[in-house]
């Protein structure tokens, strides 16, 4: 008998109405009346399954109901196409039943049981559940608190559950979509699709380049890491929301993270049949940037990935901390579970490693750009810190070298807010309305916004973020506005080898955040070259603006001095050629262009790509 999903009796034009009102509704009565329903997937992919029974399949994964979903799956943002490319062959669709509230196979199989898991469409609908799950969480109050826009035109991005055969599995802009193989190991096959870790993995690269598209256009070791630290952090973040696989964490590291290995490994079942390693990757590490320097982008996203779990871990600690502190001063006190502790420290550490996302410049984002926007949203959010979180946030990002003890002046008492001294006052009503709104905003305060007069401003973007506290209180609304031009220069010297005497451009600008009381939140910039002014602040943004120039065409000689930087060839399948560049170089408008590109083998030897010997990643 099928397994029902709760809401079965209500009928869809009910449905929909109450689909309106959902934002104000319990998750408890979204469950009840059908507005979520479940899918069974892997709390992490089947070697853990079978391995570690008690954090085997999550028969309790429930995802949002959407009035238009239909067969593939296929809902607002996402569309499912199982197609391999290796064998030509389209799989049939996951077929959506509006009676039962559920996807079944295509002969009405329930995808929900043991018999149904070994279906394609249990992959499709699995994928499919994962990223939608995932996506919720970005665009909710504990999250941005906004609508999150692809970094392609278009709506949905396409999911390829077994795009063929291979030990891959990547995001790419230029196919819109999702790509994960599959591959014959000595326990059997390996879909990578079936791996919660990866798939959250690879759609937090297509989440940050919905918020950030310029960070693709990059030669910066540390702007790739961040893209890559995205991925494990989206794929980390999401094993901690599950209730389930959390109980099996807190039983099995007795509350100390320090052991959570089952949490922090990244993609075990992958990572066992192609590298040998119980892991891809892990959150468990001491890294620091001194030790990743000359490494490439994974192993240097390693230190902030590191970071970030130490943060939690040590947030974990104050928490115990403060409630033993509790009970010594009165034996009688309440006391919290450990795993109610966890989940505290949870909730925490999701809002401090996403919502400053928005705080991020437009271009160029390094870890120290990071870390100063984690440390300024804890204080928007816990101003008092009567525990002193920012100040042991602070202290790991010294520890990973991330920030220097010359930062500690950040932790110094002082105002929360402040007001740019503008020339011409605009509303924040005006700002927000529309990128034409905000260009004039731009364009009225080039002066106090160091913005060159003779630049042409492209604005980026312009959102307005409902937030949540920890304590989920409402945050002020929140005007995120992205803003960029660029600087052109001209590749002079031997050390450019084959771009020599072409032209190329910097990107420069900068994301400023304000409260709907036009106070200001956040203001992050990357500067260019161009003369602002005599003014001391307009000397020293300039100066640093040289800096920037200087270390973009040392970072851009290196590449190309080791052959890192070439034509990136696509067939017209979507599919990757076999050959990928790490940076490719893309000539508009007469400019050359640097990106990077998609990890085209999760396995990659960095290594190869420093010393000169294997530049390019050649798919298997």
């Not at 974990?316 to 009165?330: G, H, N, P, S």
């Not at 509303?427 to 731009?442: C, K, N, Q, T, V």
């Not at 603006?545 to 696509?570: C, S």
Request: aromatic residues 10%; glycine residues 8%.
């Amino acid at each position: 008998m099928p397994r029902k999903n709760r809401g079965d009796l209500l009928s869809v034009g009910t449905r929909t109405r109450l689909y309106a009102t959902r934002r104000t509704l319990p998750l408890s009565v979204q469950e009840e009346t059908g507005l979520r329903f479940n899918v069974d997937v892997y709390f992490k992919d089947p070697l853990v399954a079978r391995n570690n029974p008690a954090a085997a399949i999550d028969t309790d994964f429930d995802v949002p109901w959407e009035p238009g979903i239909s067969d593939g799956p296929t809902s607002a943002r996402f569309a499912v196409v199982d197609f391999d490319a290796s064998s030509g062959v389209l799989e049939e669709p996951a077929r959506w039943n509006a009676e039962s509230n559920s996807f079944r196979g295509p002969k009405g199989e329930d995808l929900n049981t043991p018999k149904g898991r070994k279906l394609p469409q249990f992959r499709q609908i699995s994928v499919w559940a994962t990223v939608q799950n995932t996506l919720e969480f970005y665009e909710g109050g504990a999250g941005l608190g906004r609508r999150i826009e692809w970094g392609f035109d278009g709506n949905r991005l396409i999911l390829v559950p077994t795009a063929g055969y291979g030990q891959n599995a990547y995001y790419d802009r230029q196919s819109k979509s999702l790509q994960f193989y599959w591959f014959n190991s000595d326990d059997g096959r390996v879909n990578t699709c079936e791996s919660s870790d990866i798939v959250n993995h690879e759609f937090g690269h297509a989440v940050l380049d919905g918020l950030r598209p310029y960070y693709f256009e990059t030669v910066f070791t540390e702007t790739a890491a961040f893209h890559e630290f995205m991925g494990d952090l989206t794929a980390v973040l999401m094993a901690f929301r599950n209730n389930g696989f959390r109980k099996v964490v807190v039983k099995e590291s007795e509350g100390d993270l320090d052991d959570a290995s089952l949490l922090a490994s990244l993609a075990r079942q992958f990572g066992e049949a192609v590298t040998g390693q119980p892991y891809l990757r892990t959150a468990l590490n001491q890294k620091t940037v001194g030790v990743v320097q000359g490494k490439g982008p994974h192993e240097t996203s390693e230190v902030l990935t590191g970071a970030m779990f130490e943060i939690m871990a040590e947030l974990l600690e104050k928490r115990k901390e403060r409630q033993a502190r509790r009970v010594q001063q009165d034996p009688s006190a309440r006391t919290e579970s450990l795993e109610r502790l966890f989940w505290y420290t949870i909730e925490h550490m999701q809002r401090s490693a996403i919502q400053p996302l928005d705080f991020l410049p437009p271009c160029d984002v390094n870890f120290r750009d990071y870390a100063l926007a984690v440390l300024r949203a804890e204080q928007i959010t816990n101003p008092i810190d009567r525990e002193r979180f920012r100040e042991t946030m602070f202290d790991v990002f010294v520890k990973r070298e991330i920030l220097q003890e010359a930062d500690r002046k950040l932790l110094e008492p002082g105002p929360i807010f402040t007001r740019v001294p503008l020339t011409v006052f605009h509303s924040i009503d005006d700002i927000g309305a529309s990128r034409g709104s905000a260009y004039r905003f731009l364009d009225d305060n080039r002066g106090p916004l160091f913005i060159p007069l003779t630049a042409d401003v492209v604005v980026a973007d312009v959102a307005r973020a409902k937030k949540l506290t920890t304590e989920g209180r409402q945050q002020s609304d929140q005007i995120v506005l992205q803003y960029l031009w660029r600087e052109e220069i001209l590749l002079s010297g031997s050390r450019f080898g084959q771009f020599s005497g072409q032209w190329t451009a910097m990107w420069c600008g900068g994301t400023i955040v304000l409260d709907q009381n036009g106070n200001l939140i956040h203001w992050s910039r990357k500067p260019g070259t161009q003369s602002l002014g005599r003014k001391p602040e307009h000397i020293a943004e300039a100066k640093a603006g040289a800096i920037r120039r200087d270390e973009f065409l040392d970072a851009l000689a290196m590449r190309a001095k080791r052959g890192m930087i070439g034509e990136r060839q696509v067939s017209p399948l979507g599919v990757l050629a076999r050959a990928v560049p790490p940076f490719e170089v893309i000539v508009k408008d007469g400019f050359l262009s640097f990106n990077i590109t998609p990890h085209f083998t999760l396995t990659h030897n960095e290594e190869d790509d420093e010393v000169g010997g294997r530049q390019w990643q050649i798919s298997s």
